[in-house]
Structures are given as C-alpha cells and as structure tokens.
C-alpha cells in the first residue's frame, strides 16, 4: 500500500486538493477529523487537556471549545507545545489503526490530509510528500476571508506552522494552488496519471 502525506500551510488549499482526490476514488484520512475524534467527551486527550489548560476550555455540555482553546495556542508558542504533546500522540495512534485497517481492506494508496504533517514527525511514515503551496499574501488573504480573521489573528495561525517555503523544500510533488480550482485540479490529474503509471 502506497501512503501520500498531503500537507501545506493553513489555507494553502489541503482540503481543495483532498476532496478532488476523493471525488477521484482515493482513500483520504483527514487528520483534522482525527484531531476532532481524540477530544471527544469521555476520551483521555479532552482530561488531560482540561487537566492541562484549566475548565475555560470546555463549553457547558463538557464537549470542548475549540476557540477558547485556539486562543490560548494560536501566538503562545510554549501552549501549542503543551497541547501538541498531549494531544499528537491520539492522533498518531489512531492514523496508525485507520492505516492498518486500509491495508487489511486490500487498499493500494491512500492519502493522508495532515496540516502539521512534518512539523508530528510524519514525514518518514509517507512514500511521497505532496505539499499544496500558494504564495503568502493569498494564504493570508484566503485565511482572513475563510475564518473571518483580522489580519493580526491570521498571521499568528500562520506562524504556528513550519514556513511554507520550508515544507516546499522537503516535497517530492508540489502542487501549487496560487491560480484557479481548475488549474489546480490539472496538476492533480497529472499527479495521479504518474501515479497509475508507477502503479
Ligand atoms: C487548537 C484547536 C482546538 C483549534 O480548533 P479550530 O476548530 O479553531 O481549528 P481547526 O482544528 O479546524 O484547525 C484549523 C487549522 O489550524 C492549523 N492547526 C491546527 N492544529 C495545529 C497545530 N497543532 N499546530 C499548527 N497549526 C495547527 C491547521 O492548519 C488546521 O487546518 C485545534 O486546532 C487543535 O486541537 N489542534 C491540535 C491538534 C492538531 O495538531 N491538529 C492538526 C491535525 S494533525
Ligand atoms: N485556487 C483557489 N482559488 C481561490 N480560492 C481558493 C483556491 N483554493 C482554495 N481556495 C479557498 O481558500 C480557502 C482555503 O482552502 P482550503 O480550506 O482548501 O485550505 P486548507 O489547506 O485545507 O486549510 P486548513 O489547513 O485550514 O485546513 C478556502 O476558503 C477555499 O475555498
């Protein structure tokens, strides 16, 4: 089975790129959604976040709320640090099961959407590196305009990540998304054309 790491930087256009290839019949793990389902009410990654980042993080109904917490990561390099190690290792774990699970359906390829993909230590778990990029000021602008940010807000989510630039250099393909959805989708289809000529 044939793994493609699918990474970028936020709003580089990861989820664009992912739902063409499933459209095209591929197998996608989102790592956004497995983020979502490790934090889950009852599951050992929302204590040890609570534990960790105090009771304001939670909404009444106990389930968690993403932007209390995203407030306190997103610009506080030392809290993204904290919460990425508690919360990293869940994810980890449960792509690991997703994967073996594929692999014992008999899948051939499958993508993984990671946004931090290097930045977890993914990189080596890949065969190829697909890196979506998109020059800086449509990444910020694409941001602001997606999630409703401030250019200020905007700006700390994207200095969270490696640089763009950084994950660019470590890419076997990059796609770049700074033109239309079509002409992005065109470099998939040749993604995918090599793709069935390795295969
Ligand atoms: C801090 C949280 C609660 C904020 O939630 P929110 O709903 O506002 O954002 P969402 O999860 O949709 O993420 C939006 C984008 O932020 C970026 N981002 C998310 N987590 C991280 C991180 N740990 N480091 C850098 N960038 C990140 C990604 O580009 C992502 O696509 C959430 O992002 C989170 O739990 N992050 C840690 C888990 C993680 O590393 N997720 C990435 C998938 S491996
Ligand atoms: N080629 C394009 N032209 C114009 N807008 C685009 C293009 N590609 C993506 N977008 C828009 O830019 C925004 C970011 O794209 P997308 O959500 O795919 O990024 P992402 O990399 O998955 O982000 P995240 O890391 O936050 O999950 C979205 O609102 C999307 O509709």
Redesign the pocket.
């Known amino acids: 089975m044939i793994i493609i790491g699918l990474t970028?930087g936020?709003?580089?256009?990861?989820?664009?790129v992912s739902n063409y290839l499933r459209e095209k019949g591929l197998t996608i793990i989102d790592a956004?959604i497995v983020a979502r389902e490790v934090v889950e009410p009852g599951q050992p990654a929302l204590a040890e976040i609570v534990t960790t980042f105090g009771p304001a993080v939670l909404h009444a109904d106990n389930t968690l709320n993403r932007q209390a917490l995203g407030a306190i990561v997103f610009g506080h390099q030392t809290d993204l640090d904290k919460l990425n190690a508690i919360i990293q290792p869940f994810i980890h774990q449960r792509i690991e099961k997703l994967e073996a699970q594929y692999r014992a359906a008999g899948a051939k390829v499958i993508v993984l959407d990671a946004?931090v993909l290097i930045e977890a230590g993914y990189r080596d778990n890949v065969d190829l590196l697909v890196v979506?990029n998109v020059t800086s000021e449509l990444q910020l602008q694409?941001l602001m305009?997606?999630d409703a940010l401030d250019s200020a807000a905007a700006k700390q989510r994207i200095q969270s990540q490696l640089a763009l630039a950084e994950k660019v250099k470590l890419a076997d393909v990059v796609i770049d998304?700074s033109?239309?959805?079509a002409a992005?989708k065109r470099q998939i289809d040749e993604l995918l054309t090599r793709l069935d000529t390795l295969a």
């Not at 936020?10 to 664009?16: D, E, V």
């Open positions: 970028g936020i709003a580089s256009g990861k989820s664009t956004d946004p979506v694409r305009q997606r998304n033109q239309s959805i992005t």
